[in-house]
């Protein structure tokens, strides 16, 4: 009895693996081909700057990437509860406190005129994710194996969809994103370039450097809340005279914002954390006048850098609480980071070239529908094939050869 029981079970988790295998060969053998155009340097007479008009008293600190515990603790986060996020992040300091759950949009706080509805979108095992910030639902499609530069693309403009906002997720983790991806991948607003799982400026900068106006989003992307090595490291600071949140979007969006990677000491405690983020420096201003690009800060910064085309080190300035960069005619973009004495480091949106009306405005990727049938057609043989095979290996014998079996038997 044990063993057909045994036998029975084997049997169910072979078709389930076999179920899994066609849909995942489905999924894979339908994904569009794309046509990526060979993307430029942003060019043009004129300067975008994202922060024209930025009020130096209406910035408001956030955190967009935090887990709490969802699907039953099978993910990460599963030690924290929406409570602890909320309680600890306020403590920081924190306006905007965005829980983003993978596949699942939480909904605490839904009340409150700051929420902001976002998830994490992706489960492949390369971690080719996506901040999915303002969204209207959750997309359960992914590729969740390997992904190439036209998975990835399908991805963003099915996400664009359901979603006001769309952020590369921690590019540089696991091989998630290509630094190749970034010259073509395009549709997408944000890019997190500051995680506490990982650095991915030289992604952002390649981004940058191939005319794709992607504006930088810093996270904590914290997974243990009570863990203070966790929370507090990275943020993004908003300029918003409001916590209303069509107004941080629009202003995320717009690239009025920065990130910030904040210095922690050996040891540092929640307390000690606190004190930090209540004295960190104020980004005062950022002026464009011209070809003449001013920062300025509250407090002397120990280095002041503009940075360029292909992340090129352009100029630096040392122990001043303020900068000027005159803008070459072929400097194609200009960030600025800032550095303090503690450590603690500011990285800029930068200033983009642009002619016409809209700037960092890119000719979208688009299906190469002769390629992608080709694909289709291949993979409906392929699987046709494979189909043959596996019926004619599970297929019971027939019953003329049992019969004559059982014949030969009471014969002899």
């Keep these: 009895m044990p063993g057909r029981f045994f036998k029975i079970i084997f049997k169910l988790l072979g078709w389930l693996i076999l179920i899994l295998m066609v849909v995942f060969f489905v999924i894979y053998a339908i994904a569009p081909m794309y046509d990526f155009p060979e993307y430029k340097p942003f060019s043009g007479d004129k300067l975008y700057n994202p922060y024209r008009g930025m009020d130096s008293s209406s910035w408001k600190k956030g955190n967009f990437q935090a887990q709490s515990r969802a699907w039953l603790g099978i993910t ?3 030690h924290n509860t929406n409570e602890a996020i909320h309680t600890v992040y306020r403590q920081l300091g924190y306006d905007i406190i965005v829980t983003s759950d993978y596949m699942k949009i939480n909904r605490f706080g839904q009340e409150l005129p700051q929420y902001i509805a976002t998830y994490e979108h992706g489960y492949s095992i390369r971690k080719t994710h996506q901040v999915c910030i303002g969204t209207h639902g959750i997309n359960w499609i992914d590729y969740p194996l390997y992904q ?4 990835k693309q399908h991805m963003i403009n099915m996400l664009r969809e359901n979603n006001e906002i769309i952020a590369l997720a921690h590019p540089d983790l696991r091989d998630g994103y290509l630094l190749e991806d970034m010259k073509k991948l395009t549709n997408y607003d944000l890019m997190e370039a500051l995680s506490q799982v990982r650095s991915s400026i030289d992604h952002w900068d390649m981004a940058l450097s191939h005319g794709h106006a992607a504006f930088i989003l810093g996270n904590d992307d914290a997974h243990d809340v009570f863990n203070p090595e966790e929370v507090g490291r990275v943020c993004t600071f908003i300029n918003s005279r409001s916590i209303d949140a069509d107004q941080i979007k629009r202003n995320l969006k717009a690239g009025n914002a920065f990130g910030a990677r904040v210095a922690m000491q ?4 929640f307390v000690e954390k606190a004190i930090v983020h209540q004295n960190l420096p104020i980004l005062k201003s950022v002026d464009l006048i011209g070809d003449t690009l001013t920062v300025t800060l509250s407090e002397p910064a120990a ?4 940075v360029g085309q292909s992340g090129t080190l352009r100029r630096t300035f040392s122990d001043t609480p303020g900068a000027t960069y005159i803008i070459r005619p072929d400097d194609t973009y200009i960030r600025t980071e800032v550095t303090f004495a503690d450590g603690t480091m500011y ?7 642009y002619s016409g009306l809209i ?14 049938w080709v694909q289709r ?5 392929i699987f046709i094939v494979l189909l043959l095979i596996v019926i004619r290996i599970i297929r019971p014998r027939s019953r003329k050869g049992r019969i004559s079996r059982r014949t030969y038997y009471y014969q002899s």
């Design 266 to 269: 050996p040891g540092e405690d």
């Design 347 to 353: 990285f800029l949106n930068p200033v983009i070239r």
């Design 148 to 151: 190439n530069a036209h998975h």
């Design 303 to 306: 280095l002041i850098a503009f």
């Design 76 to 78: 990460n986060g599963r």
């Design 377 to 381: 057609g291949v993979a409906l043989v």
């Design 359 to 372: 700037p960092g405005q890119q000719p979208p990727a688009t299906i190469n529908w002769v390629k992608t």
